[in-house]
């Protein structure tokens, strides 16, 4: 896992099963930052975004996937700005 300050992403996960995460995720609320991990985890096992991943994903948030989702992207760009003097 590693920490990062990727301007599109909260995280990535690559092909051989490393995470990386923004440190931006710090300064969202928790459970928007435990379904971006809940994400790249469902990642290390479906490389895609497909039923399977999405019931992964589900399991492993255990909350509402699309209610999180839609909160930071709503969120995410006042959090992009911390940190650039913008």
């Not at 051989?16 to 096992?45: D, F, K, M, Q, T």
């Not at 994903?57 to 509402?64: D, I, M, T």
Request: charged share 20%; aromatic share 6%.
């Amino acid at each position: 896992m590693a920490v990062g300050d990727a301007s599109s992403r909260w995280g990535s996960c690559s092909s051989g099963g490393s995470i990386r995460y923004n440190w931006r995720l710090i300064l969202a609320p928790p459970h928007l930052l435990s379904w971006v991990v809940a994400h790249e985890v469902a990642h290390r096992r479906h490389m895609d975004h497909g039923p399977a991943f999405k019931s992964l994903e589900a399991q492993l948030y255990g909350g509402n996937v699309a209610a999180a989702r839609t909160e930071l992207r709503a969120l995410g760009p006042r959090l992009k700005r911390v940190g650039r003097g913008l």
